[in-house]
């Protein structure tokens, strides 16, 4: 059996009085791709914040690693390993591109020379495909090159689980296969990877696995076109 | 949050950038050349110089203590009278019980000051932007109003501070404290610039920009914005450590002053927050212009010159004068 990197159990979470989550299990095994996907508003980027620390879960536990992480801060969440990116790009607009990816490598993978954070930077600059705009500012980057930017900082800490959360929306094609590419690549090394992601196509090609979170609980768990079969989640997608 | 138990590489300190120490260097040795300076000048020129540049080199400290944790790490603190305060009340204190040499009480007021700015820190911090701001500004209140209730340090009525005889190397005591000042200066200004240069001052940045991405690029948002707080603090109580003694009588309207809170915002925005210098030249550009309009025009003209600048600065230069001569020198080459 493969070893679980990632379980959640039980993963609550209310706003005000109103259940975003209702407890969700999920797991995720080492090395594995899955698709996350659901709705709009059904929960998912609030899931990856409980993931990931920005937000405290009411109720649930997360273990990442064989470690209980549901207290551990962010930042100690990073450097463990467990990277994400924003949906809406978050630079640090004060920063020139490549300055964007020392901050994890200083912060999460604790390289301290300047020398070697500066090669690691540009070897994942060139990866994620900026390789020449290393010295601009974020904000003379496109849409597209922002979300390579979300996705160069987050390679930059050195994951052992990635969560893509939606680095694909609003690419062209032949844009998003090249990302795909970037991911399946990164897989290959060993990082399993979460994709939360809207374009179906892109979930299909990728996720071994599928998860379908709606109205905050799942209701779907399994192989992709098994899932994609499922009676409510063709409800939940595509209406009655 | 931290009472986890950290493995050693997740303790593991990111080092300083290296390579820049020579700017450390240069602010020593321009402070040791100005130190000789004050001493050779002597009684050469008045007293009312002296008392200026004390006042100059007490905004360099509160601006350049202001910007560690409002321009690198973006948390505007409205309550700097009330860390300045509590570095004048601390000298008042000791004179009482337990003199001693000026010296000793700016460390013991930096050390109060610390404590107090990192448990500020500790219950303010989790607040962001402007609801940060506001609650500093409480702090001074709830400070200024401990102080005029407080009848064995003067309370509202104010109390009177006798300068100690002065070292016979001084030649007054006016440029003994412009003596001490400037070194408090020079320290503060190397302090600042070590900070910018560090994994402090990247992960500053980092969370001034945008904090969540801060946190989940393993920055310790909470760790940073306390050692932030703490030295910026430490630094505002030195700073008003020997003002009893400058102006030797010291009421609460004085000290929590909103010429002091108003001054250490100010100077950062017009000298620029990015850097370590910007303070320094906004220090040096109002404090000047106040002082020349304070003799010339009138002492109330004095924070009206503040106030016009700033209104200027911000709409015209946001980013100050380090703005101003970055672009300058983009525009060459």
């Known amino acids: 059996m493969i070893a679980k990197i990632l379980e959640a159990t039980g993963v609550t979470k209310r706003f005000d009085g109103f259940a975003a989550l209702t407890s969700v299990d999920f797991t995720l095994l080492k090395g594995e791709r899955v ?57 640090f607009r004060g920063m020139t591109v490549q300055e964007n990816i020392e901050v994890p490598l200083r912060f999460a993978v604790g390289h301290t020379s300047a020398g070697t954070i500066s090669e690691a930077a540009q070897v994942i600059l060139d990866q994620v495909g900026l390789g020449e705009k290393a010295d601009l500012s974020p904000k003379g980057l496109t849409q597209v090159e922002l979300r390579k930017l979300e996705l160069g900082r987050a390679l930059a800490a050195q994951p052992k689980v990635l969560i893509a959360d939606e680095v694909m929306a609003g690419l062209s094609e032949s844009e998003v296969d090249e990302i795909l590419a970037l991911l399946n690549r990164l897989n290959a090394e060993g990082i399993s990877i979460l994709l939360i992601e809207h374009i179906m196509r892109a979930v299909m090609l990728f996720a071994q696995r599928i998860v379908v979170i709606v109205a905050g609980s799942k209701i779907a768990d399994g192989l992709p076109d098994e899932v994609m079969q499922q009676e409510d989640v063709e409800r939940a997608y595509l209406g009655e | 949050m931290s009472g986890q138990a950290l493995s050693a590489p997740e303790l593991r300190k990111p080092a300083p950038v290296s390579g820049r120490s020579r700017t450390g260097l240069a602010i020593v040795l321009i402070g040791v050349v100005l130190l000789a300076a004050t001493m050779v000048l002597g009684s050469h020129i008045g007293e009312y110089y002296y008392l200026a540049t004390y006042t100059i080199l007490q905004f360099i400290v509160l601006g350049t203590a202001w910007n560690i944790l409002g321009g690198y790490g973006g948390y505007v603190n409205f309550g700097t009278a009330g860390f300045f305060a509590i570095g004048c009340y601390t000298t008042i204190i000791l004179n009482k019980i337990f003199p001693m040499p000026l010296l000793f009480e700016m460390l013991v007021a930096a050390a109060t000051a610390g404590v107090v700015g990192l448990g500020t820190g500790y219950l303010t911090l989790r607040l962001r932007g402007v609801f940060f701001s506001i609650a500093t500004l409480a702090l001074a209140i709830v400070l200024q109003t401990l102080i005029v209730n407080w009848s064995f340090v003067g309370g509202a009525r104010g109390v009177y501070v006798i300068r100690p005889a002065v070292s016979g190397i001084f030649v007054s005591y006016a440029q003994f404290l412009v003596v001490l000042m400037l070194g408090l200066a020079i320290f503060a200004v190397v302090v600042a610039w070590a900070v910018e240069k560090s994994w402090i001052g990247i992960g500053l940045a980092a969370i001034r920009d945008d904090e969540a991405a801060a946190e989940t690029s ?29 102006v030797t009588y010291v009421d609460p309207a004085t000290a929590f002053g909103l010429a002091i809170a108003v001054n250490s915002i100010a100077m950062p925005l017009v000298g620029g927050t990015a850097t370590w210098w910007g303070p320094v030249v906004g220090a040096i550009l109002l404090g000047s212009a106040q002082q020349i309009l304070t003799v010339t025009i009138s002492s109330a003209a004095n924070l009206f010159i503040v106030g016009v600048l700033l209104v200027v600065f911000v709409t015209v230069a946001p980013r100050g004068v380090v703005g101003i001569v970055r672009g300058w020198k983009r525009g060459r080459k």
Request: proline fraction near 9%.
């Open chain 2, 218 to 246: 393993g920055v310790p948002s909470l760790r940073l914005k306390l050692i932030a707080t703490t030295m910026s603090g430490a630094l505002m109580g030195m700073a008003g450590a020997p003002f009893p003694y400058y």
């Open chain 1, 35 to 91: 698709g996350l996907i659901g709705p709009n508003g059904s929960g998912k980027s609030t899931f990856v914040n409980c993931l990931t620390g920005i937000l405290a879960p009411d109720d649930g536990s997360i273990i990442f690693d064989g470690n209980d992480i549901t207290k551990t801060p962010a930042w100690l969440r990073a450097r463990r390993g467990l990277a994400r990116t924003y949906q809406i790009p978050r630079p």
